[in-house]
């Protein structure tokens, strides 16, 4: 007999709060529409200032502890920063870094993390590394990590390494003896071409695919304890990108919302037709559920290693933000009519990051697959 | 599931006082919970189709109430246990814990019941509160009209006063129980002059067994009863049946729908509705077999299964995430006005699913005892359909969502 209890657990805190109204804020005004679009064709994808002025804020110390400098708040204060940041599609490398940084904090040694922390509280962007393969979903790792001259040798290739071209430190997912392990790269220490950069179907967003046959790293820069870090790591990023793309969920709606309430066709507001209106109401429901689930992470989710409840809400919470946005941006083409057909449409910025975002740390069905046992066994 | 997380969440924190009273409940439901009566049990008080069900639930009712189970918060002088309503939500979590029958009697507890302990007279809380509770006296609704769905404001209904009577004509659908009602509670037209539709509407404790009333059963696609029609001609009522004052009826209506939401709300309490949960798929999902394996084991059922869970798991977040209000202020009253919606169309396509996963025997119905579980997902996948239609259809509650959270334009 399948006994299940269902951890129901979902608060919000004043400080969270807060942070939801003022990271509103400063997302919209920092990222316009227009702004977003001046920044497809450009190098980085974002604005310099503008990721200077987040880091003087301190939102890249908010879920790293006070000892290295950060504010302590946990992971789950980030949760309305990068739900805003999708909102009105504000890129930085901040969702990167994250991640990247709770590699360290959860998989580092007290030496590695005071040594590479502090400096990522102070802007130095971090990426993980981890695609080597066909998919996310994918558990064979073919770069490797191999023992040579009293330190280790590098060898195979990286895919799209996020925000690759501006990365100061690298983790990279290598195989060292058939063991899955985290290894820290200084971007100094990669060879001249080591970085191609990928076209990505999201225009919004950068990557690279990253060759680090070669490189040399000593002992003290593999992280002590990969194995939780990793499985962590994968959570936490599917959970970022979940709240990303519920922001961005919404801000396809609004788009919709503006075009059916504004566009008359036989003489009526589209928006009073049922064909349209219905499945509208329909993208608004599926944003609504994924963003209960990204705040029910958000309520779980602690610096100790992720237990079995967390592991659920993360997986949830990716499967259903992924398939609403991309419900979400492919309605919103769809019922844009001729001018969805366009790349000045919008709608075109948000079917192109569905498709992007859906990838990221695994799409909705490997999700499913592995909350299968989780939840049915 | 939910209910058992929560459970424990309270149990923790409960007095001695109470969780002494839990275990006397827990005890009373295991020696008391009648057998198999071997015929299917209605999940809700709209499947009441015969005599020997109506017995059956009858008798379970009264003995839920000379136990003291039901009605504990009500005034005692009127048969009521007048005591903290607490005590009655924890006795209605142990009861659906335990599934037992529900207590049937449901406009009476949870509409009309509530309604008179807060507005009624004395003598009208003399008059109906103990038929209420003990089911001598059933209760039924009569707000729905035949082709006007649930938009009250159309009602037609004439209720015309005559000295110390109304003159009641016209027609009610979906009077649930209405061929066992002693009482309904009504909603007719008082004055069909009046500038705004709902203006004109008083609400009446009509007797049944007036002259002039007559109903005739309505058929399911269940193939069994439960509702019916009910017809006015000339029927005479006695005036002093009027709540509150004339025109004032649909204010009251809104009113009494505020008691739906159980015990903690004003209403009786007792189980009214047996749910059926995931657990409950996932448990069939392990019993039927392909080729000797459970189908809990095929790779397909099992994403199916999964996805099942993570709505059904949106839904019971997105209830408490309601209670968060710096989580609503982006889209208002979403989440709230779209709980229905979520709710009852969620429960139609799981049920029908298990109808899908029972593979060959999914075919057969209630009577064949090849059945899976005696019929009882076929017949609860068709019964579903009055939650998703009833109350307004899931498409007019699409139309309110879209119209008033996303100010999309009426048609």
């Given at each position: 007999m399948i006994t299940r209890t269902a951890n129901l657990d979902i608060s919000f805190s004043d400080e969270q709060a807060m942070i939801l109204d003022s990271a509103k804020v400063f997302c919209r005004d920092k990222s316009d529409i227009t702004t977003v679009r001046s920044l497809l064709k450009s190098e980085t994808g974002y604005q310099n200032d503008v990721w200077a002025e987040m880091i003087a804020l301190g939102w890249t110390g908010l879920a790293l502890p006070e000892q290295y400098g950060g504010s302590g708040m946990g992971l789950g204060a980030t949760i309305p920063l990068v739900e805003s940041m999708g909102r009105y599609l504000l890129c930085t490398p901040f969702i990167t870094s994250t991640i990247a940084a709770q590699a360290i904090l959860r998989g580092g040694t007290n030496q590695q993390k005071s040594r590479w922390l502090p400096s990522m509280v102070e802007g130095a962007v971090a990426t993980m590394a981890l695609l080597d393969n066909e998919d996310w979903g994918a558990t064979q790792i073919r770069c490797t990590l191999t023992p040579k001259d009293g330190g280790f040798v590098l060898e195979g290739k990286k895919l799209q390494v996020n925000d690759a071209a501006v990365a100061d430190i690298f983790l990279v997912l290598a195989s060292s003896n058939g063991v899955p392990t985290l290894v820290v790269v200084e971007a100094k220490a990669l060879p001249e071409g080591a970085i191609s950069n990928n076209t990505l179907v999201d225009e919004t967003k950068r990557a690279g695919n990253v060759n680090f046959s070669g490189v040399t790293i000593k002992a003290d820069a593999i992280l002590a304890n990969a194995a939780e870090a990793l499985q962590d790591v994968r959570l936490i990023g599917a959970l970022l990108t979940a709240s990303e793309a519920t922001g961005t969920s919404a801000a396809a709606l609004d788009t919709l919302v503006d075009y059916l309430t504004t566009r008359k066709q036989f003489g009526r507001l589209i928006g009073s037709y049922q064909a349209l209106k219905h499945p509208t109401v329909d993208i608004l429901l599926q944003m609504d559920s994924a963003r209960t689930f990204i705040y029910h992470a958000a309520t779980l989710i602690s610096d100790a290693h992720l237990n079995k409840d967390t592991e659920i809400a993360c997986r949830m919470a990716k499967a259903q933000a992924t398939d609403a946005l991309l419900f979400a941006g492919d309605r919103a083409v769809q019922f844009h009519g001729g001018m969805g057909f366009t790349y000045d449409c919008n709608a075109m910025l948000y079917i192109r990051r569905a498709q992007w975002a859906q990838h990221q740390y695994g799409d909705a069905q490997h999700h499913r697959k592995l909350l299968a046992p989780l939840l049915l066994d | 599931m939910t209910e058992n997380s929560q459970l424990a969440g309270q149990q923790s924190m409960e007095s001695t006082e109470l969780s002494d009273f839990r275990k006397g409940i827990i005890d009373w439901i295991k020696h008391n919970t009648p057998a198999d009566p071997g015929f299917l049990l209605p999940q809700t008080f709209m499947e009441v189709g015969s005599e020997q069900v109506l017995d059956f639930l009858r008798e379970w009712q009264y003995k839920v109430w000379s136990a003291g189970y039901l009605g504990m918060a009500w005034p005692k002088q009127y048969g009521g246990g007048g005591m903290p309503r607490l005590f009655q939500q924890i006795a209605d979590e142990e009861m659906r814990r335990a599934r037992v029958p529900i207590c049937f009697n449901v406009i009476g507890l949870g509409w009309a019941g509530p309604l008179i302990i807060d507005t009624g007279t004395d003598v009208e809380k003399e008059t109906y509160i103990k038929g209420i509770l003990n089911a001598e006296d059933i209760w039924c609704q009569g707000f729905s009209e035949p082709n006007h769905g649930s938009d009250l404001g159309s009602i037609q209904t004439r209720a015309e006063r005559d000295g110390d009577e109304y003159v009641i004509n016209g027609s009610k659908i979906w009077t649930t129980l209405g061929n066992y009602a002693k009482y309904m509670i009504l909603l007719a037209r008082t004055d069909a002059q009046a500038e705004r539709r709902y203006n004109g509407l008083s609400f009446f404790l009509a007797p049944m067994g007036a002259n002039g009333i007559s109903t005739s059963p309505i058929q399911k696609l269940t193939g069994e009863y439960g509702f019916t029609e009910t017809f006015f001609t000339d029927a005479r009522i006695p005036a002093s049946c009027i709540m509150g004052e004339e025109g004032h009826g649909w204010r009251i209506a809104m009113h009494t729908l505020q008691y739906e939401r159980g015990a903690e709300a004003g209403a009786a309490g007792g189980v009214s509705i047996l749910s059926i949960v995931m657990d409950d798929l996932l448990k069939m999902a392990q019993d039927v077999e392909r080729d000797g394996q459970p189908l809990l084991q095929d790779p397909i059922t099992r994403d199916n299964l999964v996805k099942f869970l993570i709505e059904e798991q949106?839904?019971?977040?997105?209830?408490?995430?309601?209670?968060?209000?710096?989580?609503?202020?982006?889209?208002?009253?979403?989440?709230?006005?779209?709980?229905?919606?979520?709710?009852?169309?969620?429960?139609?396509?799981?049920?029908?699913?298990?109808?899908?996963?029972?593979?060959?025997?999914?075919?057969?119905?209630?009577?064949?005892?090849?059945?899976?579980?005696?019929?009882?997902w076929q017949r609860a996948y068709l019964n579903n359909f009055s939650t998703t239609i009833g109350g307004g259809t899931s498409q007019v509650q699409a139309n309110i969502i879209g119209e008033h959270v996303l100010g999309l334009p009426k048609d």
């Open positions: - | 949106a839904l019971y977040l997105g209830e408490r995430r309601v209670g968060i209000p710096a989580l609503c202020r982006d889209y208002p009253n979403s989440l709230a006005l779209s709980g229905k919606l979520r709710g009852t169309e969620f429960f139609r396509r799981m049920r029908q699913y298990a109808l899908t996963l029972q593979g060959a025997p999914g075919a057969l119905y209630v009577g064949d005892d090849q059945a899976v579980d005696g019929g009882f």
